[in-house]
């Protein structure tokens, strides 16, 4: 069974930092991965997504994260930190051994917080 | 601005009464989604129907009786709920088949409260 470990249940960072949110997954066939980030009373919007093309992976707002299939890990980075940024963040894998359905399965989530 | 509309985007309701909640999308996509997701938790499956039919039904109780009409159209009918089932309600929609690669396309949702 596919699963996804997120590291850290809240992240704190200043303005301008570095941001670093953790993912670690567990499938037994190739999965596909996503980073989803939710605003307040918002829905999910899709940041990124690894579907086995280029293992670095480029998203919307100045994200990127990297897939790493020795250490099956799907990090999510940003260089500089912006108060916009403040968020839920879920990554999720759906592995592809499905048929035409797919169950994502999310991580517990990484909440974000940015001070000036 | 998202494709999946869901409506209404807030809803009280006694435990007595009867209501509904619609999601909307026209981006041709074949699967539709009905998640529920409590503070600070991640979503939680609830079903899942491909080309308008039920495929997964997460052991749901009763009180919650999706609906698909059409391939546009989600709703879920509410009848006798309890204060737990308040939440957030979310839909979304996938492509199915060979370019299905699980992305998951997410309404605002629709807030639930139950007195």
């Not at chain 1, 108060?83 to 399965?105: I, P």
């Not at chain 2, 509904?20 to 503070?39: P, T, V």
């Not at chain 2, 495929?55 to 159209?73: A, D, G, K």
Request: charged share 15%; glycine share 6%; hydrophobic share 35%.
């Amino acid at each position: 069974a596919q699963s996804v470990t997120q590291l850290g249940s809240h992240v704190s960072v200043s303005e301008g930092a570095l941001v670093l949110l953790r993912c670690n997954y567990s499938s037994s066939v190739p999965p596909y991965l996503f980073w989803y980030v939710q605003y307040p009373n918002q829905g999910l919007q899709l940041l990124l997504k690894y579907t086995s093309a280029a293992t670095l992976v480029k998203g919307i707002n100045g994200f990127e994260a990297e897939f790493k299939k020795s250490e099956t890990s799907f990090h999510l980075t940003k260089p500089s930190a912006h108060m916009s940024d403040a968020a839920e963040y879920f990554c999720a894998v759906s592995d592809r051994s499905g048929g035409s359905n797919y169950k994502l399965t999310f991580g517990k989530g990484t909440l974000l917080t940015v001070n000036p | 601005d998202t494709e999946v509309t869901q409506t209404p985007k807030h809803l009280v309701m006694g435990m007595t009464n009867k209501k509904s909640l619609k999601c909307e999308q026209h981006m041709g996509h074949r699967a539709m989604y009905w998640y529920k997701q409590k503070a600070k938790k991640p979503p939680e499956l609830m079903f899942v129907y491909s080309y308008e039919k039920l495929s997964i039904n997460e052991s749901v109780p009763s009180r919650f009786s999706p609906e698909c009409p059409n391939s546009s159209l989600l709703n879920l009918h509410l009848h006798a709920l309890q204060p737990e089932d308040s939440a957030l309600y979310l839909c979304a929609s996938s492509l199915l088949g060979q370019t299905n690669t699980g992305e998951l396309f997410f309404g605002e949702g629709s807030r639930l409260t139950v007195l």
